[in-house]
Structures are given as structure tokens and as C-alpha cells.
């Protein structure tokens, strides 16, 4: 049977850690006479991650087992969030309204939008997240300042990582539940049991791009 990617996450057990890591491409050259610095910022932007699922008896493991299986190494994709960060900590958490995007053509670190109630103070918190898109074309953004909409329900975002692909004027953002399109860090799928019958299972993951 063919499989439809992006998969989603198995919740039967919870996950014990995840460990997000932003990754810039930056150069840097050093002179190795006076020590003076050119730094050129590349393109590149993505999220990677480490994660550890709790000691399980077979029963729970084999699921996860399989879900890893599913993907076929690297070539399948899943959606991935902060499991602790799917809930915003400004008033979105209790009056989001319905934030898009405000107008085509948008790439880079900024983002316009509207749709959100109007003069909210602290309507996203630095830190709080937002994705874009759905399923294989969903992004997953952290805010990086506090967001206060306008009169009018407008407000522009500080996005990491960048913008890549424009979305299109009024398409939805979603800011509870964010996530992204990732897949394997590696084609290699393992797993520990020991002596008392106990499975350990981590993955690493990267961002689908």
C-alpha cells in the first residue's frame, strides 16, 4: 500500500524529550594576522531534531517501530512541533480571530498579516509559533519579538527561520499547534531492548525542504 506523507506523529506514548536546534549557514573568515572577521549570512535556515521516546514495553514500541519503518528512511516526511510550545502565550491562546497573510509576494525574515482582533497587546509572545501551509507544504516558524496588532487587526511578525516560499494573500496562518514537514536525519532505523524487556527508541529529524 502506498503511503501518504506526511504521516503523523503516534501519541499512544508520549515523547520523553525533543531537542530543537536552528541551524544558520553563516561563513566566517578569520585573518590569521589580526584576527578581523568577514561574515557572509547564506540562505540556508532549517530545524533539526533529537528525539527520545520514553522506556516502553514492546506492545508501544513496536507502533513507533513501525511508524519509523513507514517512513523509508529518508524518504518519507512527518509533521513535527514543539510538543511544550503548541499552545501561544499572548491572547491568541484565548482570541486568535483569523490571521492571514496580508498581501502576495513575501518572503525573507518579516511577514505581514491580518485577521486578528484588533489593538491586541501581546497577541503572540516572542518565542510562540506559527506554521504555514499544510501537510507536505507546512512551515513552522518561531515568532521572534511580541506581536501588537493595529487598529485594523494588522501586525507584521519576525519570523525564524525566513519566509522562503511566498504564500499567497489571505492564506491561513495557524497559531495554536504549529508545525512542520520534517523527515529522518539518516536512512539507519534502530532501536534498544534490554534485559527486562524494555525498548529505547531516539530519532533525529530535519526539516523537509
Do not use: C
Amino acid at each position: 500500500m502506498a503511503e501518504s506523507y506526511p504521516l503523523a506523529l503516534p501519541t499512544h506514548t508520549g515523547i520523553s524529550s525533543v531537542k530543537l536546534v536552528a541551524r544558520d549557514v553563516v561563513g566566517i573568515s578569520t585573518s590569521p594576522f589580526n584576527f578581523k572577521q568577514q561574515v557572509y549570512q547564506h540562505q540556508g535556515q532549517r530545524w533539526e531534531a533529537d528525539i527520545t521516546l520514553p522506556p516502553m514495553r514492546r506492545a508501544d514500541a513496536e507502533r513507533w517501530i513501525s511508524f519509523l519503518l513507514r517512513l523509508r528512511g529518508v524518504y518519507g516526511t512527518f509533521l513535527l512541533g514543539d510538543p511544550n510550545g503548541g499552545t501561544p502565550r499572548g491572547s491568541a491562546l484565548t482570541n486568535a480571530g483569523t490571521p492571514v497573510v496580508n498581501g502576495a509576494n513575501q518572503t525573507g525574515d518579516d511577514l505581514n498579516f491580518d485577521g486578528a482582533p484588533a489593538s491586541a497587546t501581546g497577541y503572540l509572545k516572542a518565542g510562540d509559533y506559527i506554521q504555514l501551509g499544510s501537510g507536505a507544504t507546512a512551515t513552522f516558524h518561531k515568532v521572534l519579538e511580541d506581536v501588537n496588532t493595529n487598529a485594523s487587526g494588522e501586525a507584521t511578525f519576525n519570523l525564524w527561520p525566513k519566509v522562503r516560499t511566498a504564500p499567497a494573500d489571505d492564506v491561513t496562518i495557524v497559531v495554536s499547534g504549529a508545525q512542520g514537514n520534517f523527515r529522518l536525519a539518516s536512512n539507519e532505523t534502530d532501536w534498544d531492548i534490554n534485559n527486562v524487556s524494555f525498548y529505547g527508541i531516539t530519532f533525529g529529524a530535519v526539516e523537509a525542504l
